[in-house]
């Protein structure tokens, strides 16, 4: 009897999240900076902010992987201080490091 292969699927549920417009300092200085994070991106973490390990987005397809750099994150649009800081490295999206910012 033959099989009928069942072909891999990759997962495309992705979560939002919202970001500064740009990438900013040293992570652990910006905890304390209030900016307007009001650009929206997606990632593919279980958590309603991205951690470490996993890879953000710019569109909500998967088609783009956010730059690399510091950025400040909420997880509502607003202006404010940050509610975590992740650092992206590789040129893949991927989170190399993600912290939380007391509030």
Known sequence: MVGIATPYTV???RSTAFRYNGTVGKPVLECETSRAITTQFWHNGSF???ANGDTCYTSATGNNYLADGN???STT???GNPTSIITITGGAGVISAAILCLV
């Open 71 to 73: 950025y400040a994150l």
């Open 77 to 79: 649009s607003r202006t």
């Open 48 to 50: 309603l902010l991205p």
């Open 11 to 13: 997962s495309t549920e």
